[in-house]
Nanobody, 124 residues
């Protein structure tokens, strides 16, 4: 059973940076896994931001975060990061990581069955 735990959210000023983390456990190393980061604000749908295969390949970013956000994985631990740079007030929201046992999944929430509890980011 795959479990995801996000951390690293907080409050940051406009133009600042933050890194959120997602610790993954319970997956089988010989299966393909794709990790996605999503964001949701009250009253809005969850939107995809970035995804990465746990092999380190297949980085994809939503247009609105290209060049500002960077997804990566820890080389030795089962942790996936999302580095948030040049933050704007519209980047505020709850950030979720999610995973699916397939590579190269599109950044659509319904394609990812396993979710963490989310971590809040506030930009002001």
């Amino acid at each position: 059973h795959v479990q995801l735990v996000e951390s690293g959210g907080g409050s940051v000023q406009v133009g600042g940076s933050l890194r959120v983390s997602c610790e993954v456990s319970g997956y089988t190393a010989d299966k393909p896994y794709c990790m996605g980061w999503f964001r949701q604000t009250p009253g809005n749908k969850r939107e995809g931001l970035a995804r990465l295969n746990l092999s380190g390949s297949g980085r994809v970013y939503a247009d609105k975060v290209k060049g500002r956000f960077f997804i990566s994985e820890h080389g030795e631990k089962d942790i996936v990061y999302l580095q948030l740079n040049t933050l704007k007030p519209d980047d505020s929201g709850t950030y979720y990581c999610a995973t699916t046992a397939r590579w190269n999944q599109p950044l659509i929430p319904t394609e990812f069955p396993n979710w963490g509890q989310g971590t809040q980011v506030t930009v002001s």
